[in-house]
T-cell receptor, first 115, second 116 residues
Framework: EAGVAQSPRYKIIEKRQSVAFWCNPI?????LYWYQQILGQGPKLLIQ????????DSQLPKDRFSAERLKGVDSTLKIQPAKLEDSAVYLC?????????????FGDGTRLSIL | AQKVTQAQTEISVVEKEDVTLDCVYE???????LFWYKQPPSGELVFLIR??????QNEISGRYSWNFQKSTSSFNFTITASQVVDSAVYFC?????????????FGQGTILTVHP
């Protein structure tokens, strides 16, 4: 079974520029998550989708971050404009269903550096 | 609110030593799940185990074992006869109900270094 695919692996941009990350979840997984992991910390949930609907985006800085999951499969996370504090690893995860018992399976992440 | 605390920031051991990683959690929900993940230098978070709040049986999988104690809100992870390949950051996480339903709350992580 193929795992969660993310691209790009690394991205370096200057502040105020825009950037987009792409995620393809495990086939058949209905729930998709985006996490932000700042160096030395645990991942923090930004947004979660159930199929193509948003379940929770309470931690997403909506003035600069946006995410979509068209057709309930792939997802894109965008930052516009980027700030220095956005430097982090952005992790995508998926689970078979939506629930407290669901193991989440993670991709390799995108390491974003803001200059 | 949910909270997970991993008090050990870094642990360093020599190969073949046993090591225990501590995890303490807080939640008001009676139904919840606890997880352990491993994050090697490559960056991917690897799922290791899931335990629900109603099952306090300890679990062993090869060199790995987990001790869940509801009375102390702890879910500790022991690696027996550690190996260099065990070097990674280990995260404990909680998934409970209420406003955090379906959301994993992670601890800060413990960096484990196993020296040859």
């Amino acid at each position: 079974e193929a795992g969660v695919a993310q691209s790009p692996r690394y991205k370096i941009i200057e502040k105020r520029q825009s950037v987009a990350f792409w995620c393809n979840p495990i086939s058949g997984h209905a729930t998709l998550y985006w996490y932000q992991q700042i160096l030395g910390q645990g991942p923090k949930l930004l947004i979660q989708f159930q199929n193509n609907g948003v379940v929770d985006d309470s931690q997403l800085p909506k003035d600069r971050f946006s995410a979509e999951r068209l057709k309930g499969v792939d997802s894109t996370l965008k930052i516009q404009p980027a700030k220095l504090e956005d430097s982090a690893v952005y992790l995508c995860a998926s689970s078979l269903e939506y629930g407290v018992d669901q193991p989440q399976h993670f991709g390799d992440g995108t390491r974003l550096s803001i200059l | 609110a949910q909270k997970v605390t991993q008090a050990q920031t870094e642990i360093s051991v020599v190969e073949k030593e046993d090591v225990t990683l501590d995890c303490v959690y807080e939640t008001r929900d009676t139904t919840y799940y606890l997880f352990w993940y491993k994050q090697p230098p490559s960056g991917e978070l690897v799922f290791l185990i899931r335990r629900n709040s109603f099952d306090e049986q300890n679990e062993i999988s090869g060199r790995y074992s987990w001790n869940f104690q509801k009375s102390t809100s702890s879910f500790n992870f022991t690696i027996t006869a550690s190996q260099v390949v065990d070097s990674a950051v280990y995260f404990c996480a909680l998934n409970a109900g209420g406003t955090s339903y379906g959301k994993l709350t992670f601890g800060q992580g413990t960096i484990l270094t196993v020296h040859p």
